[in-house]
T-cell receptor, first 110, second 113 residues
Framework: DTAVSQTPKYLVTQMGNDKSIKCEQNLGHDTMYWYKQDSKKFLKIMFS???????INETVPNRFSPKSPDKAHLNLHINSLELGDSAVYFC?????????FGPGTRLTVT | QQQVKQSPQSLIVQKGGISIINCAYENTAFDYFPWYQQFPGKGPALLIA?????SEKKEGRFTISFNKSAKQFSLHIMDSQPGDSATYFCAASSVGSASKIIFGSGTRLSIRP
């Protein structure tokens, strides 16, 4: 069974479009995250939710909006996509400091 | 104060050699120091972790050395194998807080056959 899953795995879209990435974890963790990994492999935290409540909101453009319908799901919606949004986006959940990452969604904006 | 500095950026080691990656942190409130391994096309996966009450932790060929006074920790991979070729991230967090984890910038490790 996949612990942290994301869909889609690949997303190719044009500038100005709106897109969503979905994430689900079956580990029973209370805390979930979204990370952005750029071409240089740097991992940057974007958001963190604890039990459906937003607890970390880094300096991210407000075109990015996370939504947590329940503690097992954390989705990411991106409005008005820009070229600079191209990256790999990772969802993760955590317990006792240990992070469990999903397989990533490679977003390409053309 | 929130940074975790990781070096080197890339590393090439011969098969059978020792790979060493170093990290330094600033925030003394950090109390959990994990290392993550990432293969191409995959998400990072927890490899090994240490808490500051011990100076060393070993799991198989992987060892973390921790120096609390210097605020430094390192990953040693003994008898490095081509299958160890990956990107390695050190990290630091305060487990009791909102669990914000700070990652180092990553080290691309290549093991030459």
């Amino acid at each position: 069974d996949t612990a942290v899953s994301q869909t889609p795995k690949y997303l190719v879209t044009q500038m100005g479009n709106d897109k969503s990435i979905k994430c689900e974890q079956n580990l029973g963790h209370d805390t979930m995250y979204w990370y952005k990994q750029d071409s240089k492999k740097f991992l940057k935290i974007m958001f963190s939710y604890n039990n459906k409540e937003l607890i970390i909101n880094e300096t991210v453009p407000n075109r990015f909006s996370p939504k947590s319908p329940d503690k097992a799901h954390l989705n990411l919606h991106i409005n008005s996509l820009e070229l600079g949004d191209s990256a790999v986006y990772f969802c993760a959940s955590s317990q006792a400091g240990k992070q469990y990452f999903g397989p990533g969604t490679r977003l390409t904006v053309t | 104060q929130q940074q975790v500095k990781q070096s080197p950026q890339s590393l090439i080691v011969q098969k059978g050699g020792i790979s060493i990656i170093n990290c330094a942190y600033e925030n003394t409130a950090f109390d959990y120091f994990p290392w993550y391994q990432q293969f191409p096309g995959k998400g990072p996966a927890l490899l090994i972790a240490i808490r500051p009450d011990v100076s060393e932790k070993k799991e198989g060929r992987f060892t973390i050395s921790f120096n609390k006074s210097a605020k430094q920790f390192s990953l040693h991979i003994m008898d490095s194998q081509p299958g160890d070729s990956a990107t390695y991230f050190c990290a630091a967090s305060s487990v009791g807080s909102a669990s914000k984890i700070i990652f180092g910038s990553g080290t691309r490790l290549s093991i030459r056959p």
